[in-house]
């Protein structure tokens, strides 16, 4: 038995750190680095069972081409030679015929590892002077106001949340989604510390919470923004950070001057008298710490609500405290040199000798259907599943069985986008390749190699995108570029945090913490001040925070809001990563329901296990009904729950709850406004 090193690189803020048991070179157990301060010896569910997947009949394993019509899903096995070849002459002729713009990337975080999620491929496209795909799938409605507020997207160290005293899980289903971070919630709840979770939905965490605010969707800035008003109110701020450590307290004091708590009752459902006793409770304290995840951020005023959420511990003074402040993203701390990575200057090289356009991916659906000038002709996929994954789905998939488009995937398993490939490429998992690590949720950068042997012929991004350039007949010296040259191109950036972190220690030690402050010391970034923004400190931006509820919601749109009365909430599956495991039987179950209050059930005549047709203007699915007491039911009346993300393909009708939700577009960083939906249900048998 041989013990190897990984990295888990899926979506995830723990990045964990994986150690492979390797027996006759084949993995057999995977388990938690012990040594990992973050990981601590275990793995979540979801990668505790990664070997099935590594191992699974249903991996992709070598080139393929269609063979039957867009969406059918049958194709026939070619060679690499073959495969390679008709890209590069396809792509080449999209770019000869409509200019190169007329080719789109698309990819985001199927791997989190920094070369085969944004390494060659960025180099392949900007030479090739294609389309700019702008990532706003999930995170750059929080990242705009992260960087709006406090201009940098640093958080509180999950070591620290043992230190808490109060911890709000806003938007944050801790146990489900960032499970390595509970441990440190459990040794502060040991030492007295309360734990209340602000959420929609009554989650994992919510249900093991000291108490659930079950908050109206998309109401979180009214909420915070009420927090505010009592805080101020009742002077239990801290005039002295205020004073050296912000700007525009005056203007925030004038806007939470309208939010009374029972204005804030209203627009949330939380009762006025609970709106009180948190703010005080809040303020009161020390250290109070709030892990506020994406959920809020998936709103048409998600960036007010993160701008908002994020200025309590300003106003509080808990920035301060080791233990307090907020935890949203902590990424921005691996100060790695991506320009060296991505080479952006490339672009200069390409036949446009420009920047090309930008496509928010957000849209992709629009992007397919209605974009010109020139139209999209080709696009190439990878760590991305957009026929499942991407807001309003029939539009997607409509772009998606064009003629005239010539579509590439890269993928370990034939998902619902691969259905749509022309040609289809086996990749590798993480298992399998070199890759360098950031994390979005500690501040440990790691690195590692191959543990396990690549299946058939499965190739890395790396590989791939590198073999394409040289078809295409890109002869820039940086397309040789090895896996190791590129790491340390990343690690050159020669800034502080990443000083004395080489290649050659990564290989040694596996995982190193960021140099944010002295060994054995907690970093606490804004204790004082250190604000990232111009003026060096916090900006409230009063200006931005006007709550105007989501014209999807039960204080939206009155006319649709009587067509469609329930707010429609495709959450994530606890047992789930997006899409990236919807080859498992156990993920079909899971999010094949809906969930409904008893009082919505009863009116519509619907009982449990009852079939159900969930529909709006933009489309309809079938789905099971799952309605439990008044007092176990995880939604409240006026809210419908679907767990996502299921593969199409595996349900009855071909669809899941993307079907519903909008590509409509949030108020900051362009980002989709998945939680902000409407939807009616109705019974259509057993």
């Known amino acids: 038995m041989e013990i190897r090193h990984s990295v888990c690189a899926l979506d995830c803020p723990d990045t964990c750190a994986v150690l492979v048991h390797v027996e006759n070179g084949r993995g057999v157990k995977l388990q938690g680095d012990p040594k990992h301060p973050v990981t601590r010896g275990f793995l979540c569910g979801k990668v505790a069972r990664y070997l099935e997947r590594e191992y699974s009949v ?5 080139p393929q081409k269609r063979a039957g019509e867009k969406g059918e899903g049958r194709f026939q096995r070619i060679s690499w030679d073959e495969a390679l070849d008709t890209i590069a002459e396809r792509l080449g002729g999209v770019a000869r015929e409509f200019g190169p713009e007329a080719i789109l990337p698309y990819s985001y975080a199927g791997t989190m590892g920094m070369l085969n999620g944004s390494g060659m491929d960025r180099r392949f496209f900007h030479r090739l002077g294609a389309s700019r795909l702008d990532r706003t799938i999930c995170s750059a409605t929080g990242s705009a106001a992260l960087m709006a507020t406090v201009g940098l997207r640093y958080g ?3 070591e620290q949340f043992r230190d808490a005293k109060l911890i709000l899980a806003w938007a944050a289903n801790i146990h489900g989604t960032n499970v390595h971070l509970w441990p440190f919630i459990v040794e502060a709840r040991r030492n007295g510390a309360k734990l209340y979770a602000i959420d929609p939905v009554k989650t994992r965490t919510a249900a093991l919470a000291d108490r659930h605010y079950s908050i109206h969707p998309g109401s979180d800035p009214a909420l915070a ?4 008003h009592v805080i101020i109110g009742e002077r239990l701020y801290d005039a002295d950070y205020v004073s050296n450590y912000t700007n525009g307290f005056e203007a925030l004091k004038q806007r939470v001057a309208e939010y009374t708590p029972e204005r804030v009752e209203g627009l949330t459902g939380i009762a006025k008298e609970d709106v009180i006793a948190l703010a005080r409770e809040y303020a009161a304290t020390r250290p109070a710490a709030i892990r506020l995840n994406y959920g809020v951020q998936r709103s048409e005023r ?7 959420i994020v200025a309590l511990p300003a106003l509080t003074g808990s920035y301060r405290d080791v233990g307090g402040g907020v935890q949203l993203s902590t990424a ?3 100060r790695f040199d991506k320009d060296a990575l991505e080479m952006p200057e490339l672009q200069r090289k390409s036949s446009l000798g420009r920047e090309a356009r930008i496509v928010n991916m957000a849209e992709i659906g629009k992007a ?5 000038s020139p139209a999209v002709r080709a696009m190439v996929v990878y760590n991305s599943n957009p026929a499942a994954i991407a807001p309003n789905q029939n539009r997607v998939l409509k772009g998606l069985r064009r003629a005239d488009l010539f579509t590439v995937v890269l993928e370990q398993f034939q998902t619902d986008t691969a259905d749509y490939a022309d040609i289809l490429l086996p990749v590798t998992t993480f298992l399998e390749h070199t890759d360098l690590y950031l994390a979005y949720g500690h501040y440990h950068v790691q690195m590692a190699k191959p543990a396990l042997e690549a299946p058939g012929e499965a190739k890395s991004n790396v590989e791939i995108f590198r073999a394409l350039a040289k078809r295409m007949g890109f002869e820039e010296k940086c397309f040789d570029d090895s896996a190791e040259e590129m790491i340390e191109a990343l690690l050159g950036s020669g800034h502080p945090f990443l000083e004395g972190i080489t290649r050659e220690r990564l290989e040694r030690e596996h995982s190193v913490r960021l140099n944010v402050a002295p060994q054995g010391q907690p970093f606490v970034p804004f204790a004082q001040g250190g604000f990232g923004t111009e003026s060096g400190k916090c900006e409230f931006g009063a200006e931005g925070l006007e709550y105007q509820p989501p014209r999807e919601s039960r204080w939206g749109d009155e006319a649709l809001r009587k067509r469609y009365p329930l707010e429609f909430v495709s959450s994530k599956n606890d047992d789930s990563m997006n899409s990236t495991f919807g080859h498992r039987k156990a993920q079909d179950a899971e999010t094949s329901v809906l969930y ?5 059930a009863e009116a519509r005549g619907i009982a449990a296990g009852d079939r159900i047709r969930v529909f709006n203007d933009r489309g309809s699915l079938l789905l099971k009904a799952a309605v439990k007491s008044d007092a176990e039911s995880p939604v409240r009346p006026g809210v419908a ?3 996502a993300t299921r593969w199409s393909k595996k349900a009855m009708d071909g669809h899941n709850a993307n079907a519903l939700t909008s590509d409509r577009l949030s108020d900051m960083g362009g980002g989709p406004v998945f939680y902000s939906c409407l939807v009616e249900v109705e019974r259509c048998g057993d």
């Open 225 to 228: 923004l009420g927090l505010a």
């Open 596 to 600: 409904l209050h008893p009082v919505d």
């Open 332 to 334: 921005q701390a691996f």
């Open 156 to 158: 509180t160290e999950p």
């Open 641 to 643: 729950r679907a767990p």
């Open 368 to 372: 397919l259907t209605e974009l010109d």
């Open 302 to 308: 998600g960036g007010a609500a993160v701008r908002a």
């Open 58 to 62: 249903e991996r992709l394993l070598y």
